[in-house]
């Protein structure tokens, strides 16, 4: 037998030992990618998807998720069952994650102050480029957090390379216009990236990437998964937001919306035409639910708990056994390590903030477990300082096993001076309402303690200038100097029987020179002198007061604490503070206290507020007399109708929450009813009410951006002229 005949004869033989041996074993699994759309909070429905692949042990190869389909495919990587998942989005507090702030209660009392003096959002950083602004309503710093702690970053920082389930993340360059895809690195910044909504919240910069959320470019990225892990079959689920009717389409925002709607839904049709007939689609029924609708996070995922059980027949040919499955899960799944000890911190990044500013917010320290809650807490409390766009932190093992925590703050881009602005209208719709616009130039961090420096104006009703310069006298800035100036007038009416006899406009300055203390973020304590300048000019109606100016001034001490929980609208927390001034040449005192306390029932908000103006030393001078009138200050009568010496208030305040703000803006609206009585010791005006008056107010209030709005009716029987009252609205800051 010729030598080419033998050689065929024996690969003919070979070839059919090996298709023997091939008949013997089981057939190969197709490889599988999933592929988790955007969709906000509608992305929830993956999480009912993973739930029925897991029923019927349908492992997969790769996935790949934008947006919220990113933050799905990012925890469920990381080795996240999706039944524990579940459990973790249907209990995170969405409307808390979406606020950056924490509590009001926990922000310096310092900052309390400016932002009740002017608008937290019209913060304008000003610089040597001109005017720079906040690139998003949320920066994100809970969301962070929160993203860090559901795939594991306080046991070690997670990476995509390091997950046993290839992964691959979807954002946007924003600068570029292009596609961007993770398959490395940080795995929670690639998730937070992928989810920054343009305008909603803030952009991430990685790597010299300004990143926003890759649904504007790829929101099912389904050619990503076929190149991700050589896909043989594609699950593709899509949960995208439908296209807003006509009739929806009223707003600016709305717009904005839709124009995200149409360049995501273009994108996603390019990428369903790629299906091929062996891949499975899902698109759950998610009618009535929106992008925003977090707080329902369980029936969505029900409803795409729904989808992929319609669609069952064609997951089933990619289950495997038991115990392949099992395998699988055992792969992909680690269980969490015990929390790690921490060997040293670390805190990364800082330019213009003394590192101390940060520490004294840091309740952990080396040597200690980590605690994620309190770790949180602290960075929080820090971001509230208002310095840093984002505190953030990752956990580091050394080669010698030494767990370094590394706090990694980002001082504000558009920092460190700003421009701020506040606005008020408080009118009863007669003459004697007020108004007043209200700017300022706020330097901060002038030096390494923390020094600031505000010029502010006000021009309206009240024209003001004012200088306030406040020094930390320690990193921790627990001590402090504060020196003011301010130099003035405003209007002040006069009544007697309901009637406005006179209306001055009130020429008034003030220089302070201060020392205190910081309780931490409770409150403030301070001291010092006060020298002070009245003079009136009379404007309209009868020279009811001495034509002549006064100048004096006096000792003063003050204590503030707030343990509220909101700027405006607070539904739990309290408040109390007292100011003693005495005036030695002019003999005699002032003592003005305040405390007030709200608790909830449901919708309910109640609240409690008691004030008190007098002189425990001689009578309180024309110069400096106390007063009441204006909305929740006896809304019956007018504003500063009032005056007077030993002046004791109280109210009561029943309020029922009748809606809520978009995600991402904090507040409510309200619809409320007030009692309140007063008792004026000596009056200076409407003298013929004696004993304790009534006022009783109805009113709806809701937060606006330009701070609250009330709309109130206030009625009181008092006094034999009648009975008061006035409509009432008022807009802005105090």
Known sequence: MHRPIRQRLLLIVLLLVSALAAAGEPPTRPRVGLVLGGGGARGAAHIGVLEVLEKLRVPVDCVAGTSMGALVAGVYASGMAPATMRAELARADWDDLFQDDPPFADRSFRNKVQDKRFLPASETGVGAGGLHYQTGIVMGQKIKLFFNQIVGDDRRLRRIEDLALPLSIIATDIVHGTRVVFRSGPLSAAMRASMSVPGLMSPVDIDGQRLVDGGLVDNVPIDEARERCQADVVIAVNVGSPLLKADEIGSLLSVAAQMVNILTEQNVARSLATL??????????????????????????????????????????????????AAWVAQKRVAPGPLPRVDEIEIVGLRRVNPVMLEKHLRLGPGEVLDTARLNDSLNKAYGDGYYENVDYSLITTLRDRNILRVTPQEKSWGPDYLRY????????????????????????????GGEVVFGAEIGSKNYLDFDYYQPLDPAQRYFFEANLRYGSELSTLYQDNNQLAEYRVVRGSGKVVGGINFGTIGQMRAGWDQRLWQPKLNIGSPLLPDESKVYGGWFGQIDLDQTDRLYFPTTGWYSGARYFESPAENYSRLDARAGIFHSVGDWVLSGRATYQG???????????????GMFNMTAFGIGQLKGDDITYGNLRAERIIGRLPLGLRGDLRMGLL???????????????????????????????????????GYSSSGDVGGYQNLYLFLGTP
Request: glycine fraction near 10%.
């Open 276 to 325: 091929k007939p062996t891949d499975v689609y899902i698109k759950p029924d998610l009618e009535g639910i929106t992008a925003g609708d977090f707080k329902r996070t369980s029936e969505t995922a029900d409803r795409g708990a729904s989808a992929a059980e319609a669609v069952a027949a064609q997951l089933a040919r990619l289950s495997v056994s038991e115990s392949d499955y």
């Open 422 to 449: 506040g606005i008020n209208l408080d009118t009863n719709f007669k003459s004697d309402s007020t108004y007043t616009l209200r700017a300022a130039y706020h330097k901060t961090l002038i030096n390494r303690l």
């Open 615 to 629: 002189s425990p030393v001689g009578h309180l001078p024309l110069y400096d007399a106390g007063q009441l009138g």
């Open 675 to 713: 009692l309140e009585t007063a008792r004026i010791g000596t009056p200076y005006t409407e003298t013929r009410l004696k004993g304790w008056l009534n006022s009783t107010a109805i009113f709806v209030g809701g937060e606006t951006p330009f701070g609250p709005v009330f709309l109130g009716y």
